[in-house]
């Protein structure tokens, strides 16, 4: 089993930056792909961000792409996503999800390739 762990959200202004960390436990994330999908009220949850277990490559949905960044820390079971420029519409909960993927690409962008979730972090962007 693994246990995820978000932090870091809150409430900024558009144009601001805000850093999300996912803490691991219970198992080593190593041969894990990590992620970060978002769900706004009255939407279905989307993916946000993908990183391999060896961080070499990454995905990221058009929407975010330039502003996000998504890293990861093996050693210390983490990963994060550096979030700059944020806008309104990217208000959401932000869940961080892990997958057994042991493939050097990212896994596709859906939920049922994720095995475990986090219980998410709100992030909440004023105009």
């Known amino acids: 089993q693994v246990q995820l762990v978000e932090s870091g959200g809150g409430l900024v202004q558009a144009g601001g930056s805000l850093r999300l960390s996912c803490a691991a436990s219970g198992r080593t994330l190593s041969s894990y792909a990590m992620g970060w999908f978002r769900q706004a009220p009255g939407k279905e949850r989307e993916f946000v961000a993908a990183i391999v277990w060896s961080g070499g490559s990454t995905s990221y949905a058009d929407s975010v792409k330039g502003r996000f960044t998504i890293s990861r820390d093996n050693a210390k079971n983490s990963v994060n996503l550096q979030m700059n420029s944020l806008k309104p519409e990217d208000t959401a909960v932000y869940y961080c999800?892990?997958?057994?993927?042991?493939?050097?690409?990212?896994?596709?962008?859906?939920?049922?390739?994720?095995?475990?979730w986090g219980q998410g972090t709100q992030v909440t962007v004023s105009s």
């Open positions: 999800c892990a997958a057994r993927w042991g493939y050097s690409w990212p896994p596709p962008p859906n939920l049922n390739q994720y095995d475990y």
